[in-house]
Each structure stands twice: as C-alpha cells, then as structure tokens.
C-alpha cells in the first residue's frame, strides 16, 4: 500500500469537504459557523499535505462506507484486457470534479439539444469526433452498444438477418436481438481472422436461403478475443458491391490509432469512450455517412393525441439525449489527448511486440492472437507453462497472480493459468521492461526454462 497514493486521495476529499461548505452556504457568503468548518477544513489539508509531504501517517482505505479507494492505477501496472484504453486522462479527471453534478452539460442548452450546446463547446466536440474517424456526423451514445443499438432499431424489421463475425462481441448479438433481428455468423476460420471473401460467402449463402440480402453487417475493426485485425477494407468493399450498409466495430480501434471510416468503406463507425478514449462509462460514438444520418439521427415525428405535442428537435434513436454531464465532459477533456496519441499507435505496437517476445522466450508460452501482433491487447497461452507450476502449487492457479501482485502487476485473469488476456497499451517503455522481466523472473523461480 502506498502512504503517498493514500494521502493524495485523503487531500482530494478534504478538498471536497471544502467544497461542500459553499454548496451549503447561502450565496451572500459564509456565516460564523461555516467560516469555522472552513477553516478548520483548510487546517485538515494543511495536515494531510504535511503527512504526504514527510509520508507519515495512517492510509486511508474506504472513500465511504464500503466503498474501497481504486488505486491499481496508481499502485500497480494494469494490464487488464478491457481497461487501459479508457483509463482517463488527468484533464478528464478534472473535468469530472467540475461537472459531476447530474445533467451538468445542460447549464446553456438553447435548443434541447446535446450535440447544439455551445457552451461547453459540446456541438464543436461533435463536429471533430466525426472528422477524427472520417465520418459526416457523429453523436455521443452510452457505450459502443447502445451505437450499435440505435443503428438496428433504425435498420432492422423482425426477422431481418445481420451479418456478423463469429468473434463478435456479446453487445452485437443483444442489439440485433432488440430490433427483432436475425444473426448470421461468418466463420473466421483457422486464422481467427475475418475476410471479405468470407463475408461475401456468408451473404450469398443468405441470399440462398432466404431469397433475400442481409440488412446489415457488423464486423469488429479489432475483435475483443484474440485483438486480431480484421479486414474492414475488404468488408467494406463486399458491402458496398452488395450495397449492405458496413458498420465498422472499432470498440478496440477508436481512440487508440488512426480510423477513416470512409476509407475503410464504413457507413457507420462505432467507437467506446471507456474503451479506447480515456472516458468515464458508459459514454462511446455513433458517426456515419450523411446518407445513413438522415435515417439512423432523423427527427422525431410522434404527436401526442390529445396535446398534439411534437418533439421535432429530438433524435428518437438517440432517445433525445445521451451523455448530459461528466461523461461527456470527460470525453471532451481527453479528446486533446486521445487525437494525439491515435499517432503514437505505432509505438503502442512495438511495446507490444516487445513484451510478446520477452513473454516467448519463457518456454511453452504461446500466442493465440496473430503474430507479430498488430494490437496491444494479446491472447496469451501459458498451459505449458505457468499451469504446469499451478498443477501442483497450494494456491493453484492463484499462484501466479499472487506473484505478480507480489511486483506490482494486477490485472490478468485471477487465477487463470491456461489461456488468457492482457493489455499492454498505454504502457511506458520503462513499465513495459519492468513487466517482461516480472514474468522472467517469476518463470525462474518455478524452474521454468527461460531461453
Ligand atoms: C468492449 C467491446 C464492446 C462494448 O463496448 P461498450 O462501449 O462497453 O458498449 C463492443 N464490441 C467490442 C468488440 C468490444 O471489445
């Protein structure tokens, strides 16, 4: 447990406190009895900055009642699968002190609509989010699902057949179902690695069967199992011979490296905020071509029977609005960030390919993802390896998670020795050396032969 970590967040909600005094106070200013609780507050931070400042005193361990400090990604190196990509960024950590309140967004909303408001710059930030992925129009959604939801309630009729990959994520399959749809999976065959050809196949079988096309088809840029890349651009093109509208999955893509949707042949690109662009859950992207816009984003046409009222501003897809407060101000916050560091994928891949090598050279660890990886996010293999210890350890396989807690590492499977996952991105070069040797000298300890 770190003191200093500890401290930080003692300070911070001391902080809080101080802040609630004005919360409180009429706004005239403070009376006797809140100038006392002021400054008796500043005195608690004076002490908690003192302790932090010589590292003393006793950590804290709850923010409330049963609610545990989260300090893995101060204290540790995280290489949980889904959760590096939306680590927030300091300024998206900022932006959600200042606009925690509930329908925060909304203090100058002019026309009763979330992507209109211009203050904060909220209708410019959906302006960039759609060029940043190389789209026309682009709106803010409650995670990556709830896009693929608004597109399949627009789409679908019952028993419309959606085309997706047999690596798709659960959320895919959920959105179809919604809408009354019908899944049909193209197979990804021994390489785990979806085609355009495959696709193709798969549309024509449909067409066989059912006399007519698919209404859909969703393909993963990256997909969650393996974090293979798939072959958007081939799909892209299949669809477009079909004329099937593509929506491009780029839950593991968006905000992590560069995506054109247009280049990649998309009529939708879906993207996660809390996945890829350092955002606060559940917030992610739906952007499209102007073609499919006017069908997936059109306007409400409902009347009320009795009132005769309408909401013609209102995007029923979008149900109105999405994000009203910290989680799409703390995407704004991290945008900066994020439109910057998609350049640096480059240097994600390398750190990657890095640790994947430093990993082989531990003998019987395996890669089932594709090599040399294209994605930080890898399927490891270590049944001949690490699982061979665990068969025979006390604690199982907890035995490995146990050592890499033991070297500050957290975040893999607990308890899973045979086949799992983990996530390098956003890793340091330093972290990313540290966490190779951790698994060498854990590997040493058991004998296990390191080449
Ligand atoms: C994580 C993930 C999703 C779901 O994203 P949310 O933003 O949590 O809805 C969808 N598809 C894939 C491939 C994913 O990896």
Redesign the pocket.
């Known amino acids: 447990m770190n003191l200093k970590v500890r401290k930080i967040y003692e300070a911070l909600f001391a902080l809080e406190d101080l802040r609630e005094i004005f919360r409180q106070a009429l706004p005239t200013g403070l009376d006797e009895g809140d100038e006392e609780q002021l400054s008796n507050g500043i005195a608690r931070v004076e002490t908690i900055i003192r302790e932090l400042k010589e590292g003393k005193g006793s950590p804290i361990k709850y923010a409330e009642d049963r609610l545990e400090l989260r300090t893995r990604e101060e204290e540790f190196i995280n290489i949980n699968p889904?959760q590096p990509g939306g680590r927030l960024t300091a300024e998206a950590r900022k932006a959600l002190i200042a606009y925690g309140d509930g329908y925060s967004v909304c203090d100058m909303c002019l026309e009763g609509r979330l992507d209109k408001i211009r203050k904060p710059p909220v209708d410019e930030f959906h302006a960039e989010l759609a060029d940043f992925v190389g789209m026309d129009e682009a709106r803010v959604v409650?995670?990556?699902?709830?896009?693929?939801q608004a597109v399949t309630s627009a789409l679908l009729e019952k028993g419309d057949v959606v085309i997706v990959s047999d690596?798709?994520?659960?959320?895919?399959y959920l959105a179809v179902e919604t809408a009354g749809g019908v899944i049909k999976e193209v197979p990804s065959g021994p390489k785990n690695i979806i085609t355009g050809d495959a696709v193709a196949d798969k549309i024509e079988s449909v067409k066989d069967a059912t006399g007519k096309l698919p209404k859909l088809i969703i393909i993963?840029?990256?997909?969650?199992l393996f974090g293979n890349e798939h072959d958007v651009y081939g799909v892209g093109k299949v669809a477009k011979d079909y004329g099937i509208p593509f929506l491009c999955?780029g839950?593991?893509s968006v905000g992590m490296m560069p995506v054109n949707g247009k280049k990649i042949g998309a009529d939708f690109v879906?993207?996660?905020?809390?996945?890829?662009m350092a955002a606060v859950?559940?917030?992610?992207i739906l952007a499209s071509t102007d073609e499919w816009a006017a069908k997936v984003f059109r306007s409400s046409q409902i009347v009320g029977d009795v009132t005769g009222r309408r909401f013609e501003n209102k995007e029923p897809e979008m149900l109105g609005c999405t994000l009203m407060g910290g989680t799409v101000l703390s995407m704004m916050a991290s945008f900066p960030h994020v439109k910057e560091r998609v350049t640096r994928w480059d240097v994600e891949v390398k750190k990657s390919n890095y640790f994947i090598r430093e990993f082989l050279r531990i003998e019987g660890n395996k890669i089932a993802s594709e090599c040399p990886r294209k994605h930080t996010l890898s399927k490891v293999d270590t049944r001949d390896s690490f699982d061979r210890i665990a068969k025979t350890h006390k604690r199982r396989g907890y035995f490995l998670s146990d050592e890499l807690k033991r070297k500050g590492i957290v975040g893999e499977f607990a308890g899973s020795t045979r086949v799992w996952k983990l996530n390098t991105y956003g890793s340091s070069w330093d972290r990313i050396k540290y966490l190779s040797e951790a698994f060498i000298e854990i590997a040493e300890k058991y004998e296990l032969p390191v080449r």
Do not use: C, M, Q, W
């Open positions: 889904i409650p995670g990556a699902r709830r896009g693929f690596l798709a994520h659960y959320t895919e993963e840029h990256f997909d969650y999955n839950a593991y879906v993207g996660s905020g809390h996945k890829g859950a559940p917030s992610g």
